[in-house]
């Protein structure tokens, strides 16, 4: 696994710390469904961006890559940063364009329209303004936002500067590229394994911590376990 590996490349390395570059395993409380390193790793080598966040709270991706960057600059030694979400590292070596943070009440109202008039309606509303829009809902809604609050598309904002950006001399990149059918069995493996860890005992945990209200989705299967938790599967 990716843990493995970058702690081979910590060994290798002259007093590396660990970087984490994964969505999930910024946040508190899951442990076991993030896979977090254990605490016998973690004695080994420095690790970086571990359960940093809290699930309720807004953690972006551009704070990420500013906390990360503050990292590159202060720490000692070599860094390796390992992680299995893509866009987190495909931004950190290309850089992120900084746009206008959306209003609240601005996107709850996006999204009761997008509810309302349904989903191709709403697509060619922003089709009209910007052909090149990305078509997911979340992403539509955002882009939506971002016309009426902007005046420019997601596409416009994407013309402008980006910072962030790694010097190409600075990094080297390792993909590690399994066949997808080992994914969805090492996957099930995985997530079995996750379940006799107590993964359902740290979702009831979860639940305790962040009242029933609160959304997981943001942990992959948290909220599938909350929902048989709370009866709805």
């Known amino acids: ?13 002259k007093n590396a710390s660990i970087i984490n570059a994964d969505a ?3 946040y508190k409380n899951f442990s076991i469904l993030t896979a977090q390193p254990s605490a016998t790793q973690r004695l080994q080598f420095p ?3 571990f359960e940093i966040a809290e699930v309720v709270e807004d953690f972006s991706v551009a704070k990420w890559l500013e906390m990360v960057h503050e990292i590159l600059e202060s720490v000692e030694g070599e860094k390796i940063i390992v992680g299995g979400t893509c866009m987190y590292v495909y931004l950190l070596i290309n850089g992120l364009v900084e ?6 009440a601005l996107r709850k109202e996006a999204t009761t329209k997008f509810e309302e008039v349904g989903y191709e309606v709403f697509l060619q509303e922003v089709l009209k303004q910007d052909p090149l829009s990305a078509r997911d809902r979340q992403r539509l809604i955002n882009n939506y936002c971002l016309l009426k609050q902007t005046g420019k598309s997601f596409t ?3 013309k402008q500067p980006k910072k962030f950006a790694l010097p190409k001399e600075s990094y ?3 993909k590690v590229m399994p066949p997808r059918e080992d994914v969805y069995q090492n996957c099930n493996v995985r997530f079995e394994k996750m379940l006799e860890e107590g993964a359902i005992e740290e979702i ?12 997981f989705k943001k942990i992959i299967g948290a909220g599938e376990i909350k929902d048989y938790l709370e009866g709805i599967l």
């Open 1 to 13: 696994g990716k843990t493995a590996l970058s702690l081979e490349y910590a060994k290798a390395g």
């Open 24 to 26: 999930s395993a910024v």
């Open 47 to 49: 690790h970086l961006m």
């Open 99 to 104: 746009m206008e943070k959306i209003d609240e």
């Open 156 to 158: 416009d904002w994407q």
């Open 172 to 174: 080297n990149l390792v």
């Open 204 to 215: 009831e945990r979860a639940i305790k911590i962040y009242g029933k209200g609160s959304s």
